[in-house]
């Protein structure tokens, strides 16, 4: 309640300061955890109500098109994982700290040697069509995903998975063997947008999932419907009538506009420097997340010059992180130290990545890169991106560094995706290991800094065998070492992502996977 | 009664002018799909974005048969687009034609309402300064027509937004949120804004055309004439001069008519109004191919109509022009 003081104070100031609001934030002690709910606040709004049943809350979501889907497992722009984590659950799912917490599972027991996981499910639990979820719904979701013929985004992720040999053992019990040994399975399928579950059957053309809200209408790049799905298993929950997925605003502004002249009650993923639009009385607040996304620079460790360590390392060292907080995202988040994971519990907070101009200035003459000159392919995916990159390169300048920005279209820039020597990409927080099998194994599908360690691929296995999960933070802290001194990631933040809202929607939490409205907690929301 | 209207001659002129309408169509259609063909990226890579290993889409790519030449993909959509099939979305799986319907209707509402309530707004404010060369209001009108046609539309646009909607008053809505299925008469308060950018946006060159044309007609021998033989004012000016005045202007409202069928797309996206220009900025994105075919084809239509129609009308208005066909 300290944090809400702080807030309440700030506020007395016309235009609400964002300096303010950080230092508060870090007062708060855990990190940002008490960044919640910001600016245009009256006290009202902070105090603790009964969450009031009904009402259709309108969200609008900018980056939907005619790709939109409402299918499972293939999820493409933003407002598609809106709809999908509104749909469906996952076994687990990270909470508001990222941490694991069963959703649909009830245990995961590994045995020795991690090759064997035996799953519980949740008892009464019902998808939107009636079938109650079971043991075969489970093992049919897994196939679906990993479908040799046709692999969906989660395939990479279940790899090690035994698929053909799951074995039902009653309704609610299922025995999931695997090829490789596969300690993060409960956190692998955490990423509801890959492994949410589906019943045995599941045509996208009849979306079905067991999540809050139930299928009632969809328009690709226009709008989509849920209904309150009143068999939902979390006995009182939601307490919304329907939730409404606009997705037809092709700007910011326009989306903006639409929250202002209270067309729509939430404007999802605002730009960031909206928040200082925001004024007291205006009848609007801001939900600013605990920092979990990132916006990487990619240095291709296998062509020149960053296949030379101490290219990759000045390239690290140039930068001044928060300047480059400060300047591109608004303030809006915390220094990173290239390393992902953030909020892993085995993430090794000890590695500070130090701005040493001086440094970089004596790697690059050591290595013969004096007055290097390279190429940033920058694309413009999220708040902030296109800046950083712009911020980057003026930083760069100190160490004899040139950076010409090649600004991509999106189609552009995905066309060649992966194959960018010097470029930038984005990830919500998953855990370490998790990332890892995405991003920096060869066998990685987004290994975007063609990153091979023969020493970090066996780390992994290892860890992978390791069912005691202090032994296995270990070895990933080993990693992680790796990482900070000879990987390809600039990580220069953990950035917050910010929604703006009327001043009565109500329940959102702010969290820390880097996702919109408390990792679309729709569940929980309410209208004043 | 003057000569005989040559029919068989206009009939015709009128063939020639249809085949040479499909001809160009077919053009159109060769050069968009040349033009998505060059673009980098396709609808696959436009479904997976980053989330799909390489096998998945390649396993896309075959099922949407982007897998195969250009020509035959070409030939396949001509093929279905001739027996009538405009084919079906190659990134949701819809039918192509239901969901263009539902934007062109709203489109072809917004740009109805601009015509029918701006072209004679113009052409009443244009004949209205003409007939007061010089004097207060045609100084005014004209300086205000030179303003606004230095000003592009998406500024008017959030100009009009921010007066009329968010800043200042709260009067209208800021943007034209529509249900999917419904009309937007549902809520005709949606259309005020955008049909009133775009009113502005045609406004001045209208009214400029037909305050030239109307001078030109007024300072010719036969309306001294008609004066001279002392016909009231407001005769000579609707029932001599304008006749003549018109001609030009028809070309100008086709003109006009051709713009707006394009440049609503801006208006579309400033307000988020649910039209073909949003869609088919939404197509070309995603690599869409049968959309954005269909899409242009059924725009590069409506413009040779509206031309076709501009020349039959002038040719039917003006003297010279009817007997220069025969």
């Not at chain 1, 679906?144 to 090690?160: E, F, S, V, W």
């Not at chain 1, 993923?269 to 925001?278: F, P």
């Not at chain 2, 060159?205 to 021998?221: G, K, P």
Request: charged share 15%; glycine share 8%; hydrophobic share 45%.
């Amino acid at each position: 309640m300290d944090d809400n003081k702080i807030h309440s104070q700030s506020l007395l100031q016309h235009r609400f300061g964002r300096r303010d609001l950080l230092r508060s934030a870090a007062i708060g002690g855990a990190g940002l955890a008490g960044a919640a709910l910001l600016p245009g606040l009256s006290h009202r709004a902070f105090a603790a109500t009964t969450p009031k049943k009904g009402g259709d809350l309108r969200v609008a979501i900018t980056g939907g098109g005619s790709t939109d889907t409402l299918d499972a497992h293939t999820m493409n722009t933003s407002p598609d994982l809106a709809r999908v984590m509104t749909l469906y659950e996952g076994l687990t799912t990270l909470d508001n700290d990222g941490k694991l917490i069963n959703v649909l599972a009830e245990s995961f027991e590994p045995n020795a040697t991690a090759t064997e996981w035996i799953i519980k499910l949740r008892k009464g639990v019902t998808f939107h069509n009636g079938k109650p979820f079971k043991a075969e719904d489970v093992a049919f979701t897994f196939r679906r995903i990993g479908d040799p013929k046709n692999p969906l985004q989660g395939a990479t992720g279940l790899k090690p998975v035994d698929l053909d040999n799951i074995q039902i053992i009653d309704d609610h019990t299922l025995r999931v063997p695997t090829k490789t040994p596969f300690a993060t399975l409960p956190e692998t399928v955490s990423a509801v947008y890959y492994f949410g579950i589906v019943p045995v059957g599941y045509d996208p053309k009849n979306p079905v999932g067991t999540g809050p809200f139930k299928y009632e209408s969809f328009t690709p790049g226009q709008q989509s419907v849920f209904k309150r799905y009143d068999g939902y298993w979390q006995a009182g929950l939601p307490y919304l009538d329907s939730v409404i997925i606009i997705d037809s605003f092709q700007n910011d502004t326009a989306a903006f506009n639409a929250l202002q002249g209270g067309e729509v009650d939430i404007y999802a993923y605002a730009t960031l420097s909206l928040v200082n639009q925001i004024t007291q009385g205006g009848g609007l607040k801001a939900l600013v997340s605990k920092p979990g996304l990132y916006v990487p620079f990619y240095m291709r460790t296998d062509v020149a010059p960053f296949d030379d360590v101490n290219v990759r390392k000045a390239f690290r060292l140039l930068v001044d992180r928060q300047q480059l907080i400060d300047q591109s995202l608004s303030g809006y988040g915390i220094v990173g130290n290239d390393v992902f994971g953030r909020w892993d519990p085995a993430f090794d907070a000890s590695l500070v990545r130090p701005h040493d101009v001086d440094q970089a200035k004596f790697l690059l003459k050591k290595s013969g890169h004096e007055n290097l000159t390279v190429e940033l392919s920058s694309v413009d995916l999220l708040p902030g991106m296109a800046q950083a990159a712009q911020v980057f390169a003026q930083q760069a300048k100190a160490a004899g560094v040139t950076v010409n920005i090649r600004q991509l279209t999106t189609d552009a820039y995905y066309s060649n995706y992966g194959k960018w020597a010097f470029t930038q990409d984005y990830w919500v927080y998953q855990p370490y290991l998790t990332v890892v099998a995405l991003a920096t194994l060869p066998t990685s599908p987004y290994n975007g800094t063609h990153w091979n360690n023969a020493k970090y691929n066996g780390l992994y296995d290892q860890a992978q065998s390791l069912v005691d999960a202090s032994k296995r933070a270990e070895v990933i802290r080993e990693m992680q070492k790796i990482d900070f001194e000879e990987g390809g990631f600039i990580i220069p933040s953990f950035n917050q992502t910010i929604d703006l809202m009327a001043e009565n929607v109500q329940g959102f939490e702010s969290a820390n996977t880097g996702n919109a409205l408390g990792n679309f907690g729709f569940v929980k929301a309410w209208l004043a | 009664m003057g000569r005989p209207f040559p029919r068989h001659l206009l009939a015709r002129l009128l063939a020639r002018r249809v085949l040479l309408g499909l001809l160009s169509l077919l053009l159109v259609s060769i050069v968009v799909f040349a033009a998505t063909q060059m673009l980098p990226g396709d609808a696959a890579r436009a479904v997976v974005g980053r989330g799909g290993s390489p096998e998945h889409l390649e396993a896309l790519r075959h099922q949407l048969h982007l897998d195969l030449p250009a020509i035959t993909q070409y030939r396949l959509w001509l093929g279905g687009f001739l027996t009538g099939d405009a084919g079906i979305s190659l990134v949701n799986g819809r039918p192509v034609i239901d969901a263009i319907t539902v934007r062109l209707a709203n489109s072809f509402t917004l740009l109805l309402l601009v015509v029918l309530i701006g072209i004679p707004l113009a052409i009443a404010a244009g004949i209205t300064a003409a007939m007061r060369r010089n004097r207060p209001f045609d100084t005014a009108a004209s300086m205000l027509a030179l303003a606004l046609a230095a000003i592009p539309e998406f500024v008017i646009g959030i100009a009009l937004i921010v007066f009329f909607a968010t800043v200042v008053l709260h009067w209208l809505p800021p943007v034209s949120m529509v249900r999917p299925g419904t009309s937007v008469f549902a809520r005709p308060l949606n259309l005020v804004l955008p049909v009133a950018t775009l009113i502005i946006a045609i406004f001045p060159y209208t009214f400029r055309m037909i305050r030239a044309s109307m001078i030109d007609v007024l300072d010719s021998e036969y309306i001294e004439m008609a004066t001279l033989k002392g016909l009231s004012r407001r005769r000579i000016v609707l029932l001599h001069a304008l006749p003549n005045a018109i001609a030009p202007t028809i070309q100008a409202i086709a003109l006009t008519c051709g713009y707006l069928a394009g440049g609503c797309v801006v208006v579309e996206y400033v307000f988020g109004f649910p039209g073909i220009g949003q869609g088919l900025v939404s197509a070309v994105l995603a690599r869409d191919i049968p959309y954005i075919q269909c899409a242009v084809l059924i725009l590069a239509a409506f413009y040779v109509a509206v031309n076709l129609l501009a020349d039959l009308v002038a040719i039917l208005v003006t003297p010279k022009l009817r007997s220069a066909t025969s």
